[in-house]
């Protein structure tokens, strides 16, 4: 039961403010609701902290990840590299276009895939690498990079969970043919839903533009050059991620003051592995995910969420393998054991309160619910034996 005098602390929660109200307000104090200056301009702002020529607009990461499919050519029989650490869309974006999407194991420290696994795992049929940045932490995408150069793959950048990280001084977003940001509200900037394709190929960029608009061509709105799909970005949601972006130091520096007070608090506890960052990371925190060490059987994961729960602290099992969820499974016979790091990874992760605006008590309220709910799994369980 939650203390009457302590609210409960949630998983997430977006930063809203009053320039985003006013930008709504706006918006809808115009005729133009969709297709109009404010997703150009959101467009041109996300492809510029990119580092990338150009943006494309959608109406969600999801959508923007299967665009990137069709664009990059991807068809039935062919085989997509993908980490199976990660959210789903990361590999429904392949089964969408018919293609087969065969999952890499991660690396144990960066959580991303295993840059010579995904090598390894390459073969007559490979067309492409969708490589994601779990948590937003980019570590390892150079290496991925240089796997699908040298093997003339191409390389789709899932950057929905690193807006606004940069590694080795390039922005995450600038990796592979095109990359894809999803702004959905626990992100760290939200448009409500959308998600942005960026890229400086031109003609995957006119592609891209096409499909997300109906297969739409040119200025002749019942022309139809190609199957295309209603992926717009309206003109409100536009408008609140230009607030959010003209917000965006601001928004990221509050997330890294909440993710140094978290490391600063839990960095001496011997039960738990916190997020590794290389030398040249530059997170823009996504969410905080700690990892339970060894001491800890898998199970005792799930009865951790359920009491930090039960004090009013939102959490999350941040990710149940892919391959293992049970569509996965059917479709691609996969089993238990078949990723052993990521599902070793996944049954020890959890993900704590994170967002812009916790205050520095919410984040020690965390913090000592979450010691206490760690001393309490480990005594329980030693008196069982
Ligand atoms: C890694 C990853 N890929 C794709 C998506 C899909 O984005 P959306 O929810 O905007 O469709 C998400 C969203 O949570 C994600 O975390």
Not at 104 to 111: G, K
Not at 119 to 130: E, G, L, M, Y
Not at 208 to 235: F, I, K, P, V
Not at 261 to 275: A, E, F, G, K, V
Request: proline share 6%; glycine share 8%; charged share 20%.
């Amino acid at each position: 039961m939650i203390p009457p005098s302590m609210s409960s602390i949630p998983l997430s929660q977006p930063d809203i403010g009053r320039s985003e109200i006013d930008a709504v307000i706006d918006v809808l104090n115009t005729p133009t609701l969709s297709i109009g200056p404010k997703i150009e301009e959101f467009e041109h702002a996300c492809a510029k902290i990119a580092g990338r020529r150009h943006g494309i607009g959608v109406s969600s990461g999801t959508a923007g990840l299967h665009a990137a499919m069709v664009a990059a050519g991807i068809k039935p029989g062919d085989e997509v590299i993908t980490t199976p650490f990660s959210f789903v869309a990361s590999a429904n974006c392949i089964l969408y276009v018919g293609a087969k999407p065969v999952f890499s194991d991660i690396d144990p420290q960066t959580l991303n895939l295993d840059p010579d696994k995904a090598a390894a795992a390459i073969t007559p049929r490979t067309k492409a690498i969708v490589a994601v940045e779990a948590f937003g932490n980019p570590a390892g995408m150079i290496e991925i990079e240089q796997v699908a150069q040298k093997n003339e793959l191409i390389l789709i950048e899932d950057a929905c969970e690193g807006f606004g990280g940069l590694f080795a001084s390039r922005p995450v977003g600038s990796f592979g043919r095109a990359a894809v940001f999803g702004f959905y509200p626990n992100k760290q900037i939200t448009t409500g839903e959308g998600g942005m394709i960026v890229t400086d190929d031109d003609s995957f960029a006119i592609l891209c533009r096409s499909l997300r608009n109906q297969g739409r061509d040119g200025m002749n709105w019942l022309s139809h050059a190609r199957l295309g799909y209603n992926y717009r970005l309206c003109e409100i949601n536009a408008a609140i991620g230009i607030a959010q972006i003209a917000r965006l130091d601001e928004i990221l520096a509050n997330r890294r003051r909440v993710a140094h007070q978290y490391m600063q608090r839990l960095m001496i506890n011997r039960y738990l592995i916190l997020p590794t960052l290389l030398d040249d990371t530059h997170m823009s925190w996504f969410v905080f995910v700690v990892r339970l060490n060894d001491l800890f059987e898998p199970g005792d994961r799930d009865t951790i969420l359920r009491e930090l729960r039960a004090e009013g602290i939102g959490c999350g099992n941040y990710f149940p393998p892919i391959h293992l969820q049970p569509y996965m499974e059917q479709l691609l016979g996969h089993k238990i054991g078949d990723m052993p790091v990521c599902e070793y990874v996944a049954a020890r992760t959890l993900a704590l309160p994170f967002f812009s605006q916790m205050t520095s008590s919410q984040v020690d309220r965390v913090c000592d619910v979450l010691e206490k709910v760690l001393d309490r799994t480990l005594i329980s369980r030693k008196g069982r034996f």
